[in-house]
Nanobody
Framework: QVQLVESGGGSVQAGGSLRLSCANS???????LGWYRQAPGKEREGVAA???????TYADSVKGRFTISQDTAKNTLSLQMNSLRPEDTAIYYC????????????????WGQGTQVTVSS
């Protein structure tokens, strides 16, 4: 059974930093892990993704501020978020799937439960 469990969300002031982590257990069939977010009243959107070969992709809105990384030995996916802005406020989801698209996996097979990130001005 695949489980993706996020941690590290919270509240921070604009300009601050947070680091999200996702513990991945049981997912071995795909080649992409990614982070998505959904703000109130908006559709879920891709933030960043990493291929099993190490290739990364980011949404334009987070380029230069967010960094996705993967520790394969610990089966952990991370998202370092710097220079946070109020518009980054959302529920952030870890996802596992196939392929890479712009800022996301090409297709998602599994989702985590989400973690709230709130950035105040």
């Amino acid at each position: 059974q695949v489980q993706l469990v996020e941690s590290g969300g919270g509240s921070v002031q604009a300009g601050g930093s947070l680091r999200l982590s996702c513990a991945n257990s049981g997912y071995t069939s795909g080649n992409c892990l990614g982070w998505y977010r959904q703000a109130p009243g908006k559709e879920r959107e891709g933030v960043a993704a990493i291929h099993s070969d190490g290739t990364t992709t980011y949404a334009d809105s987070v380029k230069g501020r967010f960094t996705i990384s993967q520790d394969t030995a610990k089966n952990t996916l991370s998202l370092q978020m710097n220079s946070l802005r109020p518009e980054d406020t959302a529920i952030y989801y870890c996802a596992a799937g196939q392929g890479l698209w712009h800022g996301s996996c090409g297709g998602v097979n599994y989702w985590g439960q989400g973690t709230q990130v709130t950035v105040s001005s």
